[in-house]
């Protein structure tokens, strides 16, 4: 077990197996020493994790949304590292996408669920620039998405 997953696992967390895409593209895609993680959504034990921030869906809950897409995040780059994630050198970059209403501008917030348990669990290697948007939509209505670019040894 690499140190990055037994942090996990004090932190209560278990890395699912990588999601499959769901339409014409890859998970990832690694060049030189990046790995690039194709949008993750909102997905926990229980399913999907649908919703509007700002109809219905409040902040704490999307950030909850986000971090479950972080964990799926992490999945993706075990799959790329061959399933060592101590090759993470450090999280360069995350896009998140908050599927909100037109009125809805704490989309940082939302983010914040992953940028947190990133750094939580990965330290100074979690610190990263970002990307929060808001769209009008996601995929299957969830509430969250991200994408990110990580640096592997």
Same mark, same amino acid.
């Given at each position: 077990m690499s140190m990055i997953e037994t942090k996990l696992t004090e932190m209560? @967390?278990?890395? /699912?197996? #990588? /999601?499959? /895409? #769901?339409?014409?593209? @890859?998970p990832f895609v690694q060049t030189g020493n990046q790995v690039w993680v194709s949008g993750q959504i909102s997905q926990g034990p229980d399913g999907l994790m649908v919703g509007k921030l700002g109809d219905g869906v409040d902040i704490d809950t999307g950030a909850a949304a986000a971090k479950a897409c972080a964990i799926s995040l992490l999945a993706q780059l075990k799959k790329a590292c061959g399933g060592d994630l101590d090759r993470l050198v450090r999280v360069v970059k995350l896009v998140g996408m908050v599927n909100c209403t037109p009125d809805f501008t704490d989309q940082p917030k939302v983010i914040n669920g992953a940028s947190d348990f990133l750094v939580a669990a990965l330290g100074a290697k979690g610190h990263h620039a970002r990307s929060a948007v808001g769209v009008a939509g996601l995929p299957m209505g969830v509430m969250v998405e991200i994408e990110a670019v990580f640096e592997i040894a």
């Open positions: 209560g @967390v278990t890395l /699912p197996d #990588a /999601p499959a /895409p #769901a339409a014409n593209y @890859v």
